[in-house]
Structure formats: structure tokens, C-alpha cells
């Protein structure tokens, strides 16, 4: 009779553990040692080089401060990012930082969060809506620099340039697309002959875009101007199986394009250092957790308020100073970006 008695208390106990665990609250319990900060890292995508970095940077500063990063990408897909973000909530994160698809589309996943009372910042791309913070570089100013490239070091003032600019979701290509174009509408005699947006960013729709350019003209192109330097790539190859050649213009300083500048086959692109930006967002993100102020640089205007954000400084990168910016702040390797270039005719190292 004892140890049935027994049996039963602790069968009650048990019971009225799992009830008590699930009552009133559906969000997942995530144990934290020592109250470890956990931030959610939402990316739209992990396909290519630049946002691979991001990633790796912004966990590794944000764990040297402490925090545990869990990261997810949605691979272009809105319904998806949005369903990762839930997920990432009922993990239990104090913080989401989100790369988004689509600047409108993630408002959802502001508002969701806001229910949960996290905030929200916008890394490297704005979202519309409530978003409490924003992230990034001067994107504008991105374009400005490809245009006054052009106009300044180039001077190249007349003539046929093509613009293949990036998603028409993605905040960022619209400031890029507005800043070559504040440039380039001042000089009369320069013709934009195609200006358009990439799907997706997709780099294949991109060269069909230089396709259609190529087949409705024969005039000489002087410039190609593209939102991101993966964009370039794929104009470069169908260009050199057309055995043509222009000047090729872009931005992100990735691997391929810096060699591509150093073999001749790229004119120039705009360096980023998403070295500043992810350690700059991982001190961001613990300061807004732990209540401490934010030292925004910028209020920007999205669709719904200003929004406080830090903008951070791009630079041009050419030839000429691809030692001293590239490789000598270790943002790529000596050998990596002369891979192809002969060792007698590499510059001093």
C-alpha cells in the first residue's frame, strides 16, 4: 500500500509539472546560462560571398561580447523569412536583427516581434514600418561614387552608359540606382541607354538585361554601371563572349572583382567594409538589450517614421589603391586577389 501511495504522489507531481510548464504561454523556454543574451540573426541570403562575411563577423564580434547568435536564412523566400522569425521568437531571443527579403513585406516580422516587446534593427537594408533601428552604409552615396567616378577619373562626360541596377524590393538598389542618377542626370550629353531593376538580384536576369541591350542597339556602350559586383560578373562574361569590352563598374569589393580590377577586366568598385558594419551592429544590439543609449549618426525616413541609424562611410577601390585598401587592411589576401596575375608583374608586398 506504501509504495503504491508513492506511486501516485509522484505521478501527481509529475502531472501537475507538465501542466504548469504549458499554462498560459505557447513561446518556448530557452535555458540561458549565466543570462546570456540571445540575439536572432534573420539574412535573406547566404549565397554569395559579402553575406557569408556578414555573418561570420557579426558572430563572432557578438559572442566575444558575450551573446549567443542563431542565425537563419530564408534564401529569397518572404513567406519564409517570416515563419523564421517566428521561430526565432518562440526561441526565446531578446533582439532580432534582420537582413530582409523585401522592405515591405518585413514589416510582419517587425510587428510580430513588437508583440513580443523585441525590437528590431534593420542590418544593411531598411525595412518600412515601425522598425526601431537601421544599420548600414551611406547607399547613396554608393552610387554618387560610381557616378563621379565616371564623370572624374574616367571623364567620361558624353556617351551611352547602362545601368543594371538590383532587386526592385530591396531598399538598398533603389539609393544605389539614386545616387548614380543624381550624377549622371547633370551631363546633358550622356545617354542612359537601359535602366533597369534585377529580379531577386539574380544575376542570370541581369545578363539577360545586357542581352536585350545588346540586341536592340549597335551603338558603343561606354559604361556598364551594376548594383553589386556579382551583377558585374555576369555582364563581364557575356561581354567577353562577345569579345566586347566596356567599362565595368560596381560595389562590394568581393574577391572576384577585386581580382577582376587587377587583371583589367573591372574598372572599379565601392568598398564596403562589412568588417565595420557586422562589429558595429554586435555592440548595437547588446547596448539596445542592456538599455544603454545608441549613438545614431542618421535619422532616416522610411514609409512610416524616422528611424535612428548609424550610416557608415563607403570608398572607391580601383587599381591603383587595391594594396593599400584591400590588402593591407586584410579584408582579402595578397595571394588571393593576384591569384592570376604573374608573379613578376605583381606590385611590391
Known sequence: ??????????????????????????????????????????????????????????????????????????????????????????????????????????????????????KVIAYDRMIEGDVDYYISFDNEKVGELQGNYLIENLKITEGNVVYIGGANTDNNAHQFRDGVINVLEN????????????????????????????????????????????????????????????????QDAEISACQRIVEGKQTMTVYKDVRLLATNAAKMVIDIVNNKEINVTRVIQNDFKDVN????????VDKDNMMELIIKSGFHKFEDVYRNIRPDDRPNY
Open 1 to 118: 500500500m506504501i509504495k503504491k501511495s508513492m506511486f501516485y504522489i509522484i505521478l501527481l507531481v509529475f502531472i501537475a509539472i507538465i501542466f504548469s510548464s504549458c499554462g498560459g504561454n505557447d513561446k518556448l523556454e530557452v535555458i540561458k546560462k549565466d543570462d546570456k543574451i540571445v540575439v536572432g540573426f534573420l539574412m535573406d541570403t547566404l549565397k554569395e560571398e559579402r553575406w557569408q562575411r556578414d555573418r561570420d563577423i557579426f558572430v563572432t564580434e557578438t559572442e566575444k561580447l558575450g551573446a549567443e547568435v542563431l542565425v537563419i536564412a530564408a534564401n529569397g523566400d518572404d513567406e519564409k523569412q517570416i515563419k523564421q522569425a517566428k521561430y526565432l521568437l518562440n526561441k526565446g531571443v531578446d533582439i532580432l536583427v534582420v537582413v530582409p527579403h523585401d522592405a515591405v513585406v518585413a514589416k510582419e516580422i517587425v510587428d510580430i516581434a513588437h508583440k513580443d516587446n523585441v
Open 309 to 316: 541609424s548609424i550610416l557608415l562611410d563607403p570608398v572607391i
Open 187 to 250: 551631363y546633358d550629353e550622356i545617354n542612359i541607354l537601359y535602366d533597369e531593376y534585377t529580379y531577386d538580384w539574380n544575376t542570370s536576369v541581369a545578363r539577360e538585361h545586357m542581352e536585350s541591350v545588346l540586341n536592340t542597339t549597335d551603338e558603343k556602350i561606354d559604361a556598364v554601371i551594376c548594383a553589386n559586383d556579382a551583377i558585374v560578373g555576369a555582364i563581364y562574361s557575356l561581354l567577353a563572349e562577345k569579345k566586347m569590352k566596356s567599362v565595368l563598374m560596381g
